[in-house]
């Protein structure tokens, strides 16, 4: 189907934030789930990924199976005007989840919250759409789903999948010397916040998170990686110290070799930076070396990515390598 040129109303003003920049801040939310991750008594716990390390989603093994399954969920505010783009949008970030961890995905449903006495319901149905038309691409079934009356517009989608728990991606199963390969470029929030603020529209950002992370994930998995992120609210730096602290490393990132969207670097300069992109360097400052990194890099590198790429330990094929792991020192990420 065709996607919609012009959105009737512009969503982005309905919401205070805008995609993955609306998350919890990262420490906030770690304070929050502190000591909720307990597993069930009563034996060795089924549960292979949990709450521990704060991976991409949960994946249980399946009884008398070698089959393990995944799950995860992600919605957020609109992050562009065009109703049927943000629908895309948000089922290819809520599916990167599942891919992030080296499975498939089976099936999803939908969440949606809509203002119903401010904005039409066509519009909505054009979000669905979008989230179908992705999730058909992605080969996952899309089972209905889950609505409420709220005052401000979110939609994203509720996840299982199956993976060969072997064969997991994982985000605490790096060692030092693996490269790091990053899949996409960075720059998505602050081109969101410039279109937010401005309605331009960036083709090639929505291009981009609107790619399914299949492919990627694949590759990762064909040249024998195990540890891998997806990188999305919490930015480059965000994601990069999770994994970093959870595989008890430390990760070096050269900053020359980290590729950008087009108008990245002068949206940072026009000051179209989000909140929550502040929030993520203000909480990875403690545990980074940034040496000479200047302010736009540093901004840009914590930049809130929305359906964003993947973070592979490891060489992908036609992936930019980004940095390598060592052995853990003082920080756990070090620029150069």
């Not at 050269?254 to 909480?283: H, I, K, M, Q």
Request: net charge negative; glycine share 12%; with cysteine.
């Amino acid at each position: 189907m065709t996607p919609t040129r012009q959105a009737a109303v512009r969503l982005t003003q309905f919401a205070h934030g805008g995609g993955c920049a609306c998350k919890i801040p990262p420490g906030e939310l770690e304070e929050v789930v502190s000591g909720l991750g307990a597993p069930l008594s009563g034996g060795e716990s089924p549960l292979l990924v949990g709450l521990a390390t704060g991976d991409d989603a949960a994946v249980v093994t399946l009884p008398g199976q070698d089959t393990a399954m995944v799950c995860t969920a992600d919605f957020f505010t609109p992050v562009v005007d065009d109703p049927y783009d943000w629908g895309r949008i948000a089922a290819a970030n809520a599916l990167s989840d599942v891919y992030a961890m080296g499975g498939r995905p089976v099936l999803a449903v939908n969440l949606l919250a809509w203002p119903r006495d401010r904005l039409p319901f066509e519009l909505a149905r054009e979000v669905l759409r979008g989230g179908l038309d992705i999730a058909t691409e992605a080969g996952c079934h899309v089972g209905g789903g889950h609505s409420v009356d709220d005052p401000e517009p979110k939609y994203g989608m509720a996840v299982t999948g199956l993976a060969d728990p072997a064969r997991l991606l994982r985000n605490d199963a790096g060692r030092p010397g693996l490269p790091l390969s990053l899949t996409k470029p960075l720059g998505l929030g602050v081109l969101n916040n410039r279109h937010k603020a401005t309605g331009e529209r960036f083709e090639q950002a929505i291009a981009t998170m609107t790619a399914l992370n299949r492919d990627a994930s694949a590759a990762a998995q064909a040249a024998g990686a195990t540890c891998a992120t997806d990188v999305t609210g919490f930015g480059l730096l965000g994601h990069l110290h999770k994994l970093a602290r959870a595989s008890d490393v430390t990760a070096v990132l050269d900053t020359a070799a980290v590729p950008y969207l087009d108008g990245a670097r002068e949206a940072v300069r026009d000051g179209y930076v989000s909140g929550g992109t502040r929030r993520n360097l203000e909480w990875v400052a403690p545990h980074t070396d940034f040496g000479a990194t200047d302010a736009d890099t540093r901004l840009l590198l914590a930049d809130a990515q929305t359906s964003g790429g993947l973070l592979v330990a490891g060489e992908v094929p036609g992936a930019p390598v980004v940095g390598e792991l060592v052995p853990r020192g003082e920080h756990s990420i070090v620029l150069r």
